[in-house]
């Protein structure tokens, strides 16, 4: 199956600060490609779509001021998140799309840890 | 309004017997369904997905089966191994074809030798 990466696997942050995850299809083109995180024992939950030479589509709910999303190629998907709160802290994953029935290509996720 | 619903939080089964691993859901505009498989501090990983046209569809040990007129599908593993255990999520397509997945709150699947 297609492989994704994201960058870094797991980040700790003061708060105030900003980071930058990226997200990589590396044997394919992903003109989309997702952006989830995932609370401790709970789902994944969808933040935003990042979409190639556009600007990214936010779910309800999803602050995109402090969710900057930037899709600059069809391999390479970036989230920083800006002025981290602890209570950003999660494990962020990202995805692209596959084929046959819309199966999803997943990262490994990152960890981000916001004291 | 929880569209696609795990209402079993998790499962143990031993080594060898199936697993069956449940998910409803509320729209019946879906057009398929799919199951991944997540590992701790991983991504998921893609199972096994099911056309709403079809009612089972098998590989290798895993088989899904859906019941449109109950709205409920099913994953079943068998024989389920060790390295089974994991957290599994059912998954269905947002509408409009955009591409965006809805997830099930997931099932813990723990298989004991």
Same mark, same amino acid.
């Given at each position: 199956?297609?492989?994704?990466?994201?960058?870094?696997?797991?980040?700790?942050? %003061?708060?105030?600060?900003?980071?930058?995850?990226?997200?990589?299809?590396?044997?394919?083109?992903?003109?989309?490609?997702?952006?989830?995180?995932?609370?401790?024992?709970?789902?994944?939950?969808?933040?935003?779509?990042?979409?190639? =030479?556009?600007?990214?589509?936010?779910?309800?709910?999803?602050?995109?001021?402090?969710?900057?999303?930037?899709?600059?190629?069809?391999?390479?998907?970036?989230?920083?998140?800006?002025?981290?709160?602890?209570?950003?802290?999660?494990?962020?994953?990202?995805?692209?799309? =596959?084929?046959?029935?819309?199966?999803?290509?997943?990262?490994?996720?990152?960890?981000?840890?916001?004291? | 309004?929880?569209?696609?619903?795990?209402?079993?939080?998790?499962?143990?089964?031993?080594?060898?017997?199936?697993?069956?691993?449940?998910?409803?859901?509320?729209?019946?505009?879906?057009?398929?369904?799919?199951?991944?498989?997540?590992?701790?501090?991983?991504?998921?990983?893609?199972?096994?997905?099911? #056309? #709403?046209?079809?009612?089972?569809?098998?590989?290798?040990?895993?088989?899904?089966?859906?019941? %449109?007129?109950?709205?409920?599908?099913?994953?079943?593993?068998?024989?389920?191994?060790?390295?089974? #255990?994991?957290?599994?999520?059912?998954?269905?397509?947002?509408?409009?074809?955009? =591409?965006?997945?809805?997830?099930?709150? =997931?099932?813990?699947?723990?298989?004991?030798?």
């Amino acid at each position: 199956g297609a492989v994704v990466s994201q960058h870094p696997s797991w980040v700790i942050c %003061k708060s105030g600060t900003s980071v930058k995850i990226e997200c990589r299809s590396l044997d394919f083109q992903a003109t989309t490609m997702f952006w989830y995180r995932q609370f401790p024992k709970q789902s994944l939950m969808l933040m935003a779509t990042s979409n190639e =030479g556009s600007k990214a589509t936010y779910e309800q709910g999803v602050e995109k001021d402090k969710f900057l999303i930037n899709h600059a190629s069809l391999t390479l998907s970036t989230l920083t998140v800006t002025s981290a709160h602890p209570e950003d802290s999660s494990f962020y994953i990202c995805s692209a799309g =596959g084929q046959g029935l819309g199966e999803q290509y997943f990262g490994p996720g990152t960890r981000l840890t916001v004291t | 309004d929880q569209q696609v619903k795990q209402n079993s939080p998790s499962l143990s089964v031993q080594e060898g017997r199936i697993s069956i691993l449940n998910c409803d859901y509320t729209n019946s505009m879906f057009d398929y369904f799919l199951w991944y498989k997540k590992y701790p501090a991983e991504g998921p990983t893609f199972l096994i997905s099911i #056309s #709403s046209i079809k009612d089972k569809n098998e590989d290798g040990r895993f088989t899904v089966f859906l019941n %449109k007129s109950a709205k409920h599908l099913s994953l079943h593993i068998v024989p389920s191994q060790p390295g089974d #255990s994991a957290v599994y999520f059912c998954a269905a397509p947002h509408e409009g074809n955009t =591409g965006k997945l809805i997830f099930g709150q =997931g099932t813990t699947l723990q298989v004991k030798p």
